[in-house]
């Protein structure tokens, strides 16, 4: 994707707001285009934890034919997202509120393709809380370390929340934990703040 000058204007003003710390566009199109090719046409996907929109407002300018809601706890951040979203992206949904607490509303509650994931937090709360979002067959996918690490994501731990990996996918610098939802479980996400307390793994 051209770097336009809406998206210099985005990278920047995520800058000036302290939520973004890399100034290179250039940078944030390559991570969101890893994404794009790991996601299925057409499909609805939510950013877990979205922050300043990456990827998630760069992957649905990439990706026109995804429906795109982007999650964050913090009302600033949320502030951001709606501001830039209208610009970017005019159909992204912005939703602010915990992860744990968004996916058990049943407006979201099973009713994405995909979720995706950059700088969330540990393996074990990003999985939690994304499986509440995901169907039957959905992908979790997770912006990972330089070369990624299958250890950070046990099979055993994985299991229990219903999810089994499909491998580690790495296009340019961008390495991307694919995980499937391959046996939905209503106990997850546990209630606000437990995933992190209480980590599965």
């Known amino acids: 994707m051209p770097v336009d000058s809406a998206i210099d204007q985005f990278i920047a003003a995520g800058v000036r707001h302290d939520l973004i710390g890399d100034p290179e566009p250039g ?8 994404f794009a090719a790991r996601i299925d046409p057409n499909g609805a996907v939510l950013d877990l934890g979205s922050g300043a929109g990456l990827p998630g407002l760069l992957l649905a300018r990439l ?26 992206v005019p159909d992204a ?33 990003t999985a939690e809380c994304a499986v509440g979002f995901l169907r039957p067959s959905g992908r979790l996918l997770v912006s990972e370390p330089p070369g990624g ?31 499937e939802l391959v046996r939905p479980d209503d106990r997850f996400p546990r209630r606000d703040g437990r995933p992190a307390k209480r980590p599965i793994f």
């Open 27 to 34: 940078v944030h199109i390559a991570n969101a285009e890893a």
């Open 149 to 179: 690490d299958d250890d950070r994501w046990p099979q055993p731990g994985l299991e229990t929340l219903g999810l089994t990996s499909r491998g580690l996918h790495t296009l340019g610098s961008t390495t991307i934990q694919v995980l």
């Open 93 to 125: 949904r912005v939703v602010h509120g915990r992860a744990e607490a968004v996916a058990r509303d049943p407006a979201h509650r099973r009713a994405y393709d995909a979720v995706t994931a950059r700088s969330f937090g540990p393996p074990a709360v």
């Open 63 to 88: 990706r026109p034919d995804l429906s795109l809601t982007l999650v964050d706890a913090s009302a600033r951040r949320c502030r951001f997202l709606a501001e830039w979203s209208e610009r970017l």
